[in-house]
């Protein structure tokens, strides 16, 4: 396949020094520090490339000297973005994805696969989102991805450029740390709508049939929430009014497990309201929670950065399964 040389790369990015844009930059180039961010790991974006690892380091040191900059931070834990790896890369993404344009256009060359990475809590309309992105856009060939994780690797996820878009919630109690750790990292969170709690309980359960429940009567059944790991503060928990004491309590890592024990076990867990019979079926319902409290859903990704084709019609995707 011809590929095309970016001679005028360095106009693109007006930021650097002048004396560099005398360099040549190849699509080749910003591909191999494509993969590497995308794969968080030399070792994996190598196998991915079809090249040496030694071959991919040296490459990407090349690369930094040639600019000048640190893309990655190398530590005995991996590798990260820098602060100017990710500036760096959001261009760099950019001109691979106008240059794939050109090829497609003029010179016939294959589609390369479609790449797109999500890391949300755990919510039903985001995997819905997801599902009507593939169903709407998916090439022939795409590589995407869809992570179900916990709060705190959401925003490491979109840090590193590891997912496009990250899915979480804010409110009055978990505000100001999620908000923090957000600037810290350069994110921005966008608002998709604001909920009242409510619960999640099987349509068994005795208490289905309440237009409202009251948190006092919840006493008796188990409450189900997601696991958050080495982070299991309060304030990363994905369901509000986390400091509550629970007779009944039980951890979960996945969706699929916690709706089980929904059934099950008589169990109740606190979101947003938001279901997709689609997806879950019709023997799981929401019902409101008696409390003052609010819930803001919203999306993160980078202030620097302007997001792909695929990213903008997955924004679009999650109005369109909320009903907004």
């Avoid at 979960?252 to 709706?259: G, M, S």
Wanted: charged share 20%.
């Amino acid at each position: 396949m011809y590929h095309l040389e970016l001679e005028p790369f360095w106009y693109i990015i007006g930021t650097i020094d002048t004396e560099k844009r005398n360099s040549i930059l190849t699509l080749q180039q910003l591909k191999y520090a494509i993969e590497v961010a995308t794969r968080g790991s030399m070792n994996e974006a190598a196998k991915r490339l079809f090249i040496s690892q030694p071959s991919l380091s040296n490459a990407i040191r090349d690369l930094e000297q040639e600019l000048r900059i640190t893309i990655f931070e190398r530590t005995n834990k991996g590798i990260s973005l820098s602060k100017e790896g990710v500036e760096f890369l959001s261009y760099a993404r950019q001109v691979v994805e106008q240059a794939e344009l050109l090829e497609n256009r003029y010179l016939n060359a294959k589609p390369s696969p479609q790449h797109f990475s999500v890391s949300t809590q755990h919510y039903a309309f985001a995997v819905n989102a997801f599902v009507r992105l593939v169903q709407q856009y998916g090439q022939d060939e795409y590589e995407l991805a869809l992570r179900e994780t916990k709060t705190y690797e959401i925003i490491q996820d979109v840090k590193s450029l590891r997912s496009e878009i990250g899915i979480l919630y804010l409110n009055e109690f978990n505000d100001k740390v999620i908000n923090k750790l957000l600037k810290d990292a350069g994110l921005v969170f966008t608002s998709l709508f604001t909920a009242k709690p409510h619960i999640f309980i099987s349509v068994k359960n005795p208490l289905a049939k309440q237009k409202s429940v009251a948190i006092e009567q919840l006493q008796d059944y188990p409450y189900l929430s997601f696991d958050q790991g080495e982070y299991n503060s309060f304030h990363f928990s994905e369901e509000i009014l986390s400091t509550l004491s629970h007779p009944k309590s039980i951890q979960v890592n996945d969706r699929a497990t916690l709706f089980n024990l929904l059934i099950g076990l008589n169990g109740y867990t606190i979101s947003t309201g938001v279901l997709s019979a689609d997806l879950n079926g019709n023997e799981i319902i929401p019902v409101p929670l008696e409390c003052e409290e609010s819930i803001n859903v919203g999306w993160i990704s980078h202030k620097s950065t302007s997001l792909s084709n695929l990213g903008v019609e997955y924004v679009q995707a999650l109005h369109e399964a909320i009903g907004s």
